[in-house]
């Protein structure tokens, strides 16, 4: 009987997967590892609210490591270290590998824009004694969760002189921040009976900004303006701004809170823009951590745009990877296309994981959980894989055997149920240059809220097997 026992659990152990938990595996050295690895992620995130704020620090942190801006007509050699700033909203970094490009180059692609709320070109209005901005969301926000946050401003204003003005308003202990107004309560029968996707509307994202009137008051008379006057005259007084300005400006709203450990244990980080920027982190770390020069060219992008689709010059829809790649290849003499056909991709995005207050969405047997490692994702897209890159089985076994030669533990996902509803990556816009790509990523709970969870473990396990592909593959 007893060995019977035995016969089976080892017949399991052998042909049946067992799915683990980062924890079954990791050594206290590993835990503690991935417990400091992340104390500079959330300084990361708090530093990088923006793409133009994440380009910023990256390239500050490249240089730091030796890298220099690519100058397209110079010859780079192995081990050089390059970057290219896409205007200063994608920025691309890459060590040429000892071999020539035609063996192909690595790639690990990642997106370091995220949902927020971004004002119009005519946003400042009065009403009821208040001023207040239009908006316009960026990216697929749940409206509901964006009032009664303290939210940062943050961006550029181009003047009509051609000038540009940097805004970084609500991240500093001492700034003042803004913040959307919700109705009380006691006053909302009307709006529960709303469909909760109008819960709140886009219209309604109306950021207020300041409620003192214009005033000059000399010794014999009062005399009132507007808070509308008030605000822009601060503003012209800071920035030197006039209200025609914000046509020409980038101004977005993101949450001002900082990134913090989540859980009595510590064990996970809660923070804004970690869709993507937590495979923009790893990924980027992985390259400028890097040892020795790689045999493989290791290329980190870092786009823009992914969370509208990947349209505009700064996202992967747009050549500029390609022309970045071509270039490249024409300075060592090599067939661009040979370099594309032998050339492979990590589409590093989050995945959605188990939340088990809403299992209803995902199958169990299918979905990512939180702390079991990076996820591997043959497919994302919706509606019968529409919109998918869909990897071969080959390249998921490639890269599979690599996670498991460098003991990275990693599990399968999807996002959601079969017709569930879906998304995409920019895997199918790096798939289309004729690279093998698949999607890898960590996985993440309350995606594109203000306060989007990961798992220290899953952080750091992504930059392990990012640092695997970039120096193994
Ligand atoms: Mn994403
Ligand atoms: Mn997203």
């Known amino acids: 009987m007893a060995n019977k026992n035995t016969q089976i659990k080892e017949l399991e152990k052998a042909l049946l997967y067992d ?31 923006t793409e133009r704020a994440v380009t910023a620090q990256v390239i500050t942190r490249a240089e730091g490591a030796g890298f220099t801006a690519y100058a397209p007509d110079k010859k780079y050699t192995a081990g050089d270290k390059i970057y290219v700033n896409n205007r200063g909203k994608a920025v691309t970094l890459a060590v040429i590998g000892s071999e020539p490009l035609d063996n192909g180059v690595s790639i690990i692609a990642s997106h370091i824009d995220s949902p927020r ?14 001023a207040f901005f239009k908006t316009h969301y960026y990216g697929g926000l749940k409206k509901y969760q964006w009032p009664a946050v303290p939210l940062a401003l943050h961006g550029v204003v181009v003047k009509a002189d051609g000038s540009v003005v940097q805004v970084c308003i609500g991240e500093d202990d001492s700034d003042p921040v803004f913040t959307v107004t919700d109705l009380l309560p006691h006053l909302s029968d009307a709006q529960y009976k709303r469909p909760s996707k109008e819960l709140i509307k886009g219209e309604e994202l109306n950021i207020l900004v300041g409620s003192k009137p214009y005033v000059i008051d000399d010794s014999n008379e009062k005399e009132q303006g507007s808070v509308k006057l008030a605000i822009m005259k601060l503003l012209h007084d800071k920035y030197g701004i006039v209200e025609r300005d914000f046509a020409s400006a980038e101004l977005s709203a993101v949450p ?6 989540v859980g009595f244990d510590r064990s996970l980080v809660g923070g804004y823009g970690q869709d993507d920027r937590v495979c923009a982190y790893t990924s980027m770390a992985a390259l400028l951590d890097m040892q020795g020069i790689p045999n493989k060219t290791a290329v980190c992008v870092l786009a823009d745009k992914e969370e509208v689709g990947s349209y505009g010059n700064t996202g992967l829809g747009s050549d500029y990877l390609a022309h970045f790649l071509e270039d490249l290849a024409a300075a060592q003499g090599v067939n661009v296309r040979r370099m594309y056909e032998k050339s492979k991709c990590l589409s590093a995005d989050v995945c959605a994981a188990l939340d088990p207050t809403f299992p209803d969405v995902m199958e169990k047997n299918n979905t990512a959980f939180m702390n079991h490692g990076i996820v591997l994702a043959k497919y994302f897209g919706s509606r019968g894989k529409s919109g998918t890159n869909d990897a071969s089985a080959e390249f998921v076994g490639e890269v599979a055997r690599l996670f498991n030669d460098c003991g990275i533990v990693w599990q399968t996902g999807e996002l959601g149920k079969v017709d569930a509803g879906g998304g995409g990556t920019v895997a199918m816009f790096v798939s289309r240059m004729n690279i093998d790509t698949v999607d890898a990523g960590v996985p993440v709970l309350s995606m594109h809220s203000p306060l989007e969870l990961t798992a220290k473990s899953d952080v750091h396990m992504a930059y392990r097997g990012f640092t695997a592909f970039y120096e193994r593959f």
Do not use: Q
């Open 117 to 130: 709320i971004d004002l119009k070109a005519n946003p400042l209005f009065e009403d009821g004694g208040m």
């Open 256 to 261: 001002a809170a900082k990134a913090r450990d």
């Open 19 to 49: 799915k683990k938990s980062t924890f079954k595996t990791a050594t206290a050295d590993e835990i503690a590892a991935a417990e400091s690895f992340c104390e500079d992620y959330k300084a990361f995130l708090d530093g990088g609210k």
